[in-house]
């Protein structure tokens, strides 16, 4: 129960509440289970869409198609999707910390269903129907950047706080089951369609999942931490009373000490201005890590996976009939990582099991650039390498989404998210260029042999800087970790990155 707090002259009233603390009390139920699979299709989403687009590059180059140049088609499915992305993340990241999340996960999946949708009722092969596909490609990423924003924060706010690693990270990395979904929708769909209808078909096939949870995702209740930060105490109530009583059945619920209440007080200003306070100010450790993090596997992940058909064409000489195979095996190494290494996020630590994932993968990805160099790999080979590598680095680059999304205050939680997503974007998108360039013609081993000692060392950087300034939050609560700026009194302390610093005046300085 949440009570209120008389303010002394214009000043709001405080709120003192147990709602964090009666969230994080609870049990794995089957409320959480459905909370999980109406969010989490939002990265299914994106690796179908991701992978899809890859796929059928060529057939939409085909006369029979839309007949565009390669450089045009990966500009206008690729690239201009990844730049909606980015517009959407910052976007609707802003509107998910005002709006709240259930407002925001509803519009940012409908915005998605439109894009996508539109891009399957692609009519033509002029000019003006190659400018609705860049104008419809840009909409569908629009929807699905919105998605992390809104998406990662309103799961870290309902999951209770000793489950919430293995989830974020499980959830994040069913990005590729979409993309094994869409390598086997490809061999048994589209691939045996003709040419001017199956680039459309395919595109069609995420917004017909998006649609179907729509309906799951209109039953779940709004963030009651959210409302909580936001003043909106008997909202709050009502929706934490919601979650207790499906998580349960209405049985009883132990009783929680009042040691752990928090005391809030509204906070209107949440703009960017306040974003940049919170990581400049208060976290600037915080902010390297997520931006480190983030970064360095986005340039990873970019560099390999939209270069991994080259590679195997021109390198290796596989057909591109046969590509897919190497997809699904690709695909299923990195999905299943996150939910074998998840759990241990939760256990044995953020900063050790960060630090770990992204050091490990940095040196098998050398020994195998090595191996790859000497001439010792072939396609099947260099797949289960990459496999492997890719094992520890999909948990670990999940986790950089659950960082970014855990160490800074909830009411900027979301613009937190859409930033570093953003920026990481930015810096990936440079890798498939630089990496195609080393490619070339495959001839030349020792370029690309200096590429993977590049992502190697990139990843390994990652590593370093997660052990020096990681953030010991497993099984913490998100106001233990990160004091929301509406927080007046509580009975709990934040979770330093290091040790406190002391400013000028001789007090210590949070990091």
């Given amino acids: 129960m949440a009570t209120m707090t008389t303010g002394a002259g214009t000043e709001p009233a405080a709120i003192r509440s147990l709602i964090p603390a009666r969230l994080d009390r609870l049990d794995w139920s089957k409320f959480h289970t459905r909370l999980v699979v109406a969010l989490g299709v939002a990265w299914i989403l994106d690796g179908l869409e991701i992978t899809i687009a890859a796929n059928v590059s060529g057939i939409i180059s085909k006369p029979g198609a839309l007949g565009l140049g390669s450089g045009s088609v990966a500009f206008s499915v690729g690239t201009v999707y990844l730049l909606g992305e980015v517009a959407g993340a910052l976007f609707f990241g802003r509107l998910s910390d005002r709006w709240g999340r259930r407002n925001l996960f509803m519009i940012t999946l409908g915005v998605y269903l439109v894009g996508g949708g539109l891009t399957a009722c692609t009519a033509g092969s002029g000019r003006f129907w190659v400018y609705w596909l860049d104008v419809t490609r840009f909409i569908a990423g629009m929807g699905i950047g919105g998605e992390y924003a809104a998406i990662n924060s309103a799961i870290d706010e309902l999951i209770p706080a000793r489950y919430r690693g293995r989830v974020d990270i499980a959830v994040n990395g069913t990005y590729w089951f979409g993309a094994f979904i869409a390598s086997v929708l490809t061999l048994?769909?589209?691939?045996?369609?003709?040419?001017?209808?199956?680039?459309?078909?395919?595109?069609?096939?995420?917004?017909?999942?998006?649609?179907?949870?729509?309906?799951?995702?209109?039953?779940?209740?709004?963030?009651?931490?959210?409302?909580?930060?936001?003043?909106?105490a008997e909202?709050?109530?009502?929706?934490?009373?919601?979650?207790?009583?499906?998580?349960?059945?209405?049985?009883?619920?132990?009783?929680?000490?009042?040691?752990?209440?928090?005391?809030?007080?509204?906070v209107d200003n949440t703009g960017f201005i306040a974003l940049a306070r919170a990581l400049f100010r208060q976290y600037p450790g915080r902010a390297i890590l997520g931006a480190t993090l983030m970064i360095t596997q986005s340039f990873l992940y970019n560099a390999?996976?939209?270069?991994?058909?080259?590679?195997?064409?021109?390198?290796?000489?596989?057909?591109?009939?046969?590509?897919?195979?190497?997809?699904?095996?690709?695909?299923?190494?990195?999905?299943?990582?996150?939910?074998?290494?998840?759990?241990?996020?939760?256990?044995?630590?953020?900063?050790?099991?960060?630090?770990?994932?992204?050091?490990?993968?940095?040196?098998?990805?050398?020994?195998?650039?090595?191996?790859?160099?000497?001439?010792?790999?072939?396609?099947?080979?260099?797949?289960?390498?990459?496999c492997a590598v890719f094992f520890i680095a999909s948990a670990g680059a999940s986790s950089a989404y659950l960082t970014v999304s855990e160490v800074f205050p909830l009411e900027v939680r979301a613009k937190a998210i859409a930033v570093f997503f953003a920026i990481a974007q930015c810096f990936g998108s440079f890798g498939p260029w630089f990496y195609g360039n080393l490619i070339g013609n495959g001839q030349d081993h020792t370029r690309l042999f200096v590429g993977y000692l590049i992502g190697a060392a990139v990843m390994v950087i990652g590593g370093v800087v997660a052990a020096f300034l990681g953030v010991d939050a497993a099984q913490k609560s998100l106001e233990d970790i990160a004091t929301p700026l509406s927080v007046q009194r509580s009975g709990v302390a934040p979770v330093k990155t290091q040790g406190p610093r002391q400013s000028p005046l001789g007090r210590p300085r949070p990091t």
């Fill in 188 to 232: 048994g769909v589209v691939n045996h369609l003709p040419d001017a209808t199956s680039w459309r078909v395919a595109f069609l096939l995420g917004p017909v999942l998006g649609f179907v949870i729509l309906f799951v995702r209109k039953n779940l209740p709004e963030s009651p931490r959210w409302l909580l930060m936001h003043g909106r």
């Fill in 235 to 266: 909202e709050a109530e009502a929706a934490v009373r919601t979650v207790e009583e499906q998580a349960t059945h209405g049985g009883q619920l132990a009783k929680l000490d009042d040691s752990k209440a928090i005391e809030v007080v509204a």
């Fill in 304 to 386: 390999i996976f939209f270069t991994y058909s080259l590679v195997l064409t021109k390198v290796y000489g596989v057909s591109t009939g046969h590509v897919p195979y190497y997809f699904i095996a690709f695909a299923l190494g990195n999905f299943i990582g996150p939910f074998v290494l998840g759990p241990l996020f939760d256990t044995i630590g953020r900063r050790p099991m960060i630090s770990a994932t992204y050091l490990l993968s940095g040196v098998l990805l050398a020994i195998s650039a090595v191996m790859f160099k000497a001439g010792d790999l072939t396609p099947v080979t260099q797949t289960a390498w990459w």
